[in-house]
């Protein structure tokens, strides 16, 4: 019988805020192909806290 290893690794990702702002949705979804294409084995789960300063955008 053979069993799967299951590994979790835990990444911590710390984005600077920028004058020009973060496009997010681009951030994540490099983030995701990099780790992903690292093993056939690899899933990506992802947990978000986002914190910082409110801002109004008009």
Do not use: C, N, W
């Amino acid at each position: 019988m053979s069993f799967q290893k299951m590994r979790m690794f835990l990444v911590t990702v710390t984005a600077i805020p920028q004058k020009e702002g973060m496009d997010i949705p681009r951030f994540m979804q490099r983030l995701g192909s990099m780790l992903t294409h690292y093993s056939s084995a690899t899933r990506v789960l992802y947990k978000f806290k986002v914190t910082g300063e409110s801002r109004i955008l008009s």
